[in-house]
């Protein structure tokens, strides 16, 4: 016979860790680095031109500003959860068009990977500051005791 009780655990997930947001954030981190270190020689490899890479890099950096802009306005109409994994999935899809080689397929990579960047970090911040407390770095605190220290750290706020 099953249990007709619903777990605890399951009911009330545990909230997120430090460390859950450190793996997070390591995980993120690799990401950009191959963004910055690996797309410009497989792309001047593909395109042949150092100013196409160049075209390419601020046309795919414009796009994803002009989506990091939309972004918070668009998290009011659809669950924040979605949108990072919508980001996580654009990391899997950049590496499946890597793959898939090709000027063509290695632009849309770049393109997802700096768009799946962009989305993934928005969220990822506005879930830091939802779960983790604010303790003595926070800005308005810093901000109050920048005028009575030299670094505004020395002295603590209480």
């Known amino acids: 016979m ?10 009330h997930s545990p909230a997120p860790s ?7 954030a390591g995980l993120e981190a690799i ?8 797309f410009p020689l497989v792309l001047y ?4 031109d150092a100013g196409m890479v160049s075209a390419s890099y ?10 990091g802009m939309m972004l918070p306005g668009l998290i009011r109409f659809i669950p924040r959860r979605w949108a990072y994994s919508g980001g996580a999935v654009m990391f899997i899809l950049s590496a499946v068009s890597a793959i898939w080689g090709g000027s063509l397929g290695i632009l849309m990579a770049l393109a997802l ?22 303790g ?3 800005t308005n605190r810093m901000i109050c005791r920048l005028p009575l220290t030299p670094d505004g750290f020395t002295l603590r706020a209480r």
């Open 58 to 67: 601020f046309s795919v950096g414009v796009i994803s500003l002009i989506v």
């Open 136 to 138: 003595l770095c926070c």
């Open 2 to 11: 099953h249990e007709r009780r619903i777990p605890e655990w399951l009911r």
């Open 18 to 24: 430090i460390r859950d947001f450190g793996i997070l």
């Open 31 to 38: 990401v950009r680095g191959i963004l910055i270190s690996v």
């Open 113 to 134: 990977n700096t768009i799946g960047s962009v989305v993934t970090f928005i969220c990822f911040n506005a879930y830091v500051l939802d779960y983790i407390a604010r």
């Open 45 to 48: 490899r593909s395109l042949g």
